[in-house]
Nanobody
Framework: QVQLVESGGGLVQAGGSLRLSCVASGSTFSNYALGWFRQAPGKEREFVARISASGVSTRAADSVKGRFTISRDNAKNTVYLQMTSLRPEGTAVYSC???????????????????WGQGTQVTVSS
């Protein structure tokens, strides 16, 4: 099993930037593919980005491509989400999640991931 703890959320003006971090413990971090999801009030959980276990391959939702970057540091057991040009519609709780082998090709589906953090609130003011 792996435990995930997010940090880095907060209040930011539209057009601003934030970097979220998610620290893992309890298992071999480099075995897991990792994803970031977000959930706004009254809406379903939405895929944001994913990175492979090796860090070589990444995916991002169309809504964040060119603005958000996912990365990982396996030596620090940490996955990051660098967010730039933030928009008010990006206000949500952002959560990281881990997918253990065998990795699913349906990377955008929340049920693909076995482990979840508690989330961190990001609020973008207009």
């Amino acid at each position: 099993q792996v435990q995930l703890v997010e940090s880095g959320g907060g209040l930011v003006q539209a057009g601003g930037s934030l970097r979220l971090s998610c620290v893992a413990s309890g298992s071999t971090f480099s075995n897991y593919a990792l994803g970031w999801f977000r959930q706004a009030p009254g809406k379903e959980r939405e895929f944001v980005a994913r990175i492979s276990a090796s860090g070589v391959s990444t995916r991002a939702a169309d809504s964040v491509k060119g603005r958000f970057t996912i990365s990982r540091d396996n030596a620090k057991n940490t996955v990051y989400l660098q967010m730039t040009s933030l928009r008010p519609e990006g206000t949500a709780v952002y959560s990281c999640a881990a997918d253990s082998p065998p990795y699913s090709v349906i990377y955008y589906r929340p049920s693909t991931y076995q482990y979840w953090g508690q989330g961190t609130q990001v609020t973008v003011s207009s």
